[in-house]
C-alpha cells in the first residue's frame, strides 16, 4: 500500500487485453493514480493482488474463469483490504445488487471514455482521503467521511468557476431538447464556448440531473450526448 506517499497503485482486471491497455492509459492520466499491473482472468487477479497490494482493483465481471464478483469474496478470505471498482458491460439488476452487497466503491457501464471515468476516481481519491485522515468526535465527523465528494454543496452552491445564470440556460436547453443534446449544440443554442458548455454538461451528469450516451461515428472519439433526467 502507498498511503504514505500519496499515491492509489491500481491493479486493471479485463479479459480483453487491449480494452485492458486502454483502461491503464485512463488510469494514468489521473493523479494520483498509478497502475502497478494487470490481469485478464479472476486467478490471476487474486495472484496480482497478493503479489502487488494495489490499493484499487478496476474489475470486470465478465472474465473468462470466473464471475468477477466471485473474486471479491476471495480476496477477502484471503486478508486483502483492497477497493473495487466495477467496470463492466453487466446491466443486471442482480448484478449491481451483488456489487453493492460486495462493498464496491463505484460501478460503470462500458462503453465508457476518460471523461465517464476521471470523475469517477477523483470521487473515489477525495473519500479516500477522508476515510485516511478523519478524526471521528462525533456524528457530524462520520457524516462528513461517508458524503459523496460528488454531493451538492451545502446551500447549492455550484462548483468554483461555474455560474447560477450560464446553469439555469444550459439546464434549459436540455430540458427543452428533443433527444439529446452535445457540448457542441449546447454552446450554440446558449451563445457559449463548447469548453464550458462541456463543464456545466459533465456536472450535471456529476450530480445525478442528466444522464449520457456516447454516439459512435465512422471515425475519431465518440460524442457524448446529454439528456435531462426527469
Not at 491493479?11 to 491503464?24: G, T
Not at 503479489?51 to 469474496?73: E, K, M, S
Not at 439488476?93 to 460486495?102: E, I, K, L, P, T
Request: proline share 4%; hydrophobic share 45%; with cysteine.
Amino acid at each position: 500500500m502507498t498511503e504514505s506517499a500519496g499515491t492509489i497503485d491500481v491493479l486493471v482486471v479485463d479479459d480483453d487485453f487491449m480494452v485492458a491497455r486502454v483502461h491503464r492509459t485512463f488510469v494514468e492520466r489521473v493523479a494520483p493514480f498509478r497502475v502497478v499491473g494487470t490481469a485478464h482472468t479472476g486467478e490471476q487477479a487474486i495472484e496480482a493482488v497478493d503479489a502487488l497490494r494495489p490499493d484499487l482493483v478496476l474489475l470486470d465481471l465478465y472474465l473468462p474463469d470466473l464471475f468477477g464478483l466471485d473474486v471479491i469474496p476471495r480476496l477477502r478470505t484471503a486478508g486483502h483490504d483492497c477497493d473495487v471498482m466495477v467496470i463492466t458491460a453487466a446491466r443486471e439488476a442482480d448484478a449491481v445488487r451483488g456489487a453493492v452487497r460486495q462493498g464496491v466503491v463505484d460501478y460503470l457501464l462500458k462503453p465508457f471514455d476518460y471523461e465517464d471515468l476521471q470523475p469517477r476516481l477523483e470521487r473515489y481519491a477525495t473519500q479516500r482521503g477522508r476515510l485516511l485522515t478523519t478524526v471521528v468526535r462525533g456524528q457530524a465527523d462520520v457524516d462528513r467521511v461517508l458524503a459523496g465528494a460528488f454531493a451538492p454543496p451545502a446551500g447549492g452552491a455550484l462548483p468554483k468557476g461555474l455560474s447560477v445564470e450560464t446553469a439555469q440556460l444550459v439546464e434549459r436547453a436540455l430540458r427543452e431538447a428533443d433527444g439529446t443534446v452535445s457540448a457542441a449544440e449546447a454552446a450554440t443554442a446558449i451563445g457559449i464556448s463548447r469548453v464550458s458548455a462541456r463543464r456545466y454538461l459533465e456536472y450535471f451528469h456529476a450530480i445525478g440531473n442528466a444522464d449520457v450516451a456516447l454516439r459512435y461515428g465512422t471515425a475519431g472519439r465518440p460524442e457524448r450526448r446529454y439528456t435531462w433526467r426527469a
